[in-house]
Nanobody, 117 residues
Framework: QVQLVESGGGLVQPGGSLRLSCTAS????????MAWYRQAPGNQRELVAS???????GYSPSVKGRFTISRDNAKNTVYPQMSSLKPEDTAAYYC???????????WGQGTQVTVSS
C-alpha cells in the first residue's frame, strides 16, 4: 500500500507563485510516475504535470511555461512550482502515483489552491 501526503495549497493573488509538495510512503516501487491533477467545481479532473523516476516530464498545455515539476527520488517527493497563477488555476489539486510495472495508481487527499485578489 502507498500513502500520499500533499501540502502547500492556499490562497494566492493572481500573478503569484505557490509550491506544492507530495510525499509518498509505503510500498513504493523503484519505478513510478508521480503526477498532479486538478479538479475545479463542475469540471473533470485533468492532468496538470507529471514526472517519472527516470525524469520524463509532461505538462498540460494550460500550464506549460508557468508550472515546473521536479522530484527528489530519495525522498519520494514531487514538487510542482506554480508561477504566474491565474484565477482559472483555482481548483483542488491531487497527487497521484502510478507504480510500475503493475500500473497500480494511488491518490492523495487533495489540497485546495485558490487564486483570487
Amino acid at each position: 500500500q502507498v500513502q500520499l501526503v500533499e501540502s502547500g495549497g492556499g490562497l494566492v493573488q493572481p500573478g503569484g507563485s505557490l509550491r506544492l509538495s507530495c510525499t509518498a510512503s509505503g510500498s513504493t516501487s523503484a519505478a513510478n510516475r508521480m503526477a498532479w491533477y486538478r479538479q475545479a467545481p463542475g469540471n473533470q479532473r485533468e492532468l496538470v504535470a507529471s514526472m517519472s523516476t527516470g525524469g520524463i516530464t509532461g505538462y498540460s498545455p494550460s500550464v506549460k511555461g508557468r508550472f515546473t515539476i521536479s522530484r527528489d527520488n530519495a525522498k519520494n517527493t514531487v514538487y510542482p512550482q506554480m508561477s504566474s497563477l491565474k484565477p482559472e488555476d483555482t481548483a483542488a489539486y491531487y497527487c497521484s502515483l502510478i507504480s510500475y510495472p503493475m500500473g497500480t495508481e494511488y491518490w492523495g487527499q487533495g489540497t485546495q489552491v485558490t487564486v483570487s485578489s
